[in-house]
Nanobody, 127 residues
Framework: QVTLIESGGGSVQTGGSLRLACTVS????????AAWFRQAPGKEREFVAL????????QYVDSVNGRFAISRDNRKNILYLQMNYLQVDDTAVYYC????????????????????WGQGTQVTVSS
């Protein structure tokens, strides 16, 4: 059974930082593409960032490029999202996602590209 468990969400003011973590179990470490998505109230779930099985490639949605950094620790099978210079528009539930084992990562930005999902963690940014 594959499980993804997010942690690290919370409330911060504009300009603040948070680091999200996603602990993956049931999938061999370093064999899958992983990503972060987010969903704001009343909006569709949107792609934020992805990272390939060995740490490359990395891809970001334009709105977070330069502010967010995705990484993974394949020894511990944990995915991270460092979020800096947070803005009110970053407020959403953040989800981590993983594919079945694959070495293909590029352009996997659709919800349908991912097979496994976490339960989500709330990030709230206030002005």
């Amino acid at each position: 059974q594959v499980t993804l468990i997010e942690s690290g969400g919370g409330s911060v003011q504009t300009g603040g930082s948070l680091r999200l973590a996603c602990t993956v179990s049931g999938l061999p470490a370093g064999t899958f593409t992983a990503a972060w998505f987010r969903q704001a109230p009343g909006k569709e779930r949107e792609f934020v960032a992805l990272i390939g099985w060995n740490g490359t490639p990395m891809q970001y949605v334009d709105s977070v490029n330069g502010r967010f950094a995705i990484s993974r620790d394949n020894r511990k099978n944990i995915l991270y999202l460092q979020m800096n210079y947070l803005q009110v528009d970053d407020t959403a539930v953040y989800y981590c996602a993983a594919t079945r084992p694959t070495r293909v990562a590029a352009s996997k930005t659709a919800v349908s590209d991912y097979d496994y999902w976490g339960q989500g963690t709330q990030v709230t940014v206030s002005s």
